[in-house]
């Protein structure tokens, strides 16, 4: 009887623990089962083979790209706009470049996930202090502090106008009290404790949409190779 995979309907050995088209584990059954009597299973073993992860050869891949990944994620890059894009390619071809020397050359998603969730520590923590860094930098040895005290309190003025606008059209009492909630978030804001805080709560926020992103990325770079490679059995 002709056996063939469930996923993509191709001609599989009898032996084999892969689909050999698409990388989709298999059962493999035993004609010398015993009855009452444990049998290996091939199966088991390809698919726990394939959902761990060699930390050392992971994490030596992870570093090499997170760190480019997170010094253009960072806010002194130029491209800190594309950072998402960036983390996620990074994850991504941290897998590539893991399964290279892994045998069988085939992981699960989830396996590809917690190594894009390393990138994405190493990658997003590198980004938030890079930008944490610039900022002091520019502030305290660069003395520009200043002008970024000057282009936060217009940031800020900018937001407040919108939001007077929004609350201009409520009735007089709730006007009144919109009024006093803006003064009293515009006064937070301007101080250096307000300041600080929304700077690093931005900066953290990016740090971990970036995490997101790069487990994104070494999930779907495992589940494209998957598709991909032919494993080794």
């Known amino acids: 009887m002709e056996i063939t995979c ?7 050995e009898p032996d084999n623990c892969y689909c050999p088209t698409c990388g989709l584990p298999q059962l493999v059954y035993s004609a010398d089962a ?7 299973d091939k199966w088991n073993e390809a698919v726990r083979d394939a959902s761990s992860v060699d930390w050392k050869p992971a994490l030596r891949a992870a570093l090499m790209l997170a760190v480019p990944a997170g010094l253009l994620s960072s806010a002194a890059s130029p491209m800190a706009f594309m950072g998402l894009f960036w ?4 994850a991504a071809w941290t897998v590539v470049l893991y399964m290279r020397g892994q045998r069988p050359a085939w992981i699960t998603i989830g396996a590809g996930a917690r190594i894009g969730l390393v990138t994405g520590l190493l990658g997003g923590w590198l980004a938030f202090a890079v930008s944490g860094g610039t900022l002091f ?12 005290d000057a282009e936060w309190k217009s940031r800020v003025v900018l937001s407040q106008q919108m939001s007077q606008q ?10 009144a009290e919109m009024e006093a909630a803006r003064a009293h978030i515009e006064a937070f804001l301007l101080s250096p404790e307000g300041h600080a805080g929304l700077e690093a709560f931005s900066y953290a926020s990016n740090s971990l949409f970036l995490l997101f992103f790069a487990m994104a990325g070494g999930a779907l770079g495992a589940r494209t190779l ?7 059995v």
């Open 6 to 12: 469930a996923r993509c309907h191709q001609t599989v």
């Open 137 to 148: 930098a520019e502030r305290f040895v660069l003395h520009q502090s200043s002008q970024i």
């Open 166 to 175: 929004w609350s201009s059209g409520m009735g007089q009492a709730d006007a």
């Open 226 to 232: 998957a598709r991909t490679r032919r494993p080794e």
């Open 34 to 40: 015993i009855p009452g009597q444990a049998q290996p």
């Open 87 to 90: 983390m996620a390619a990074a």
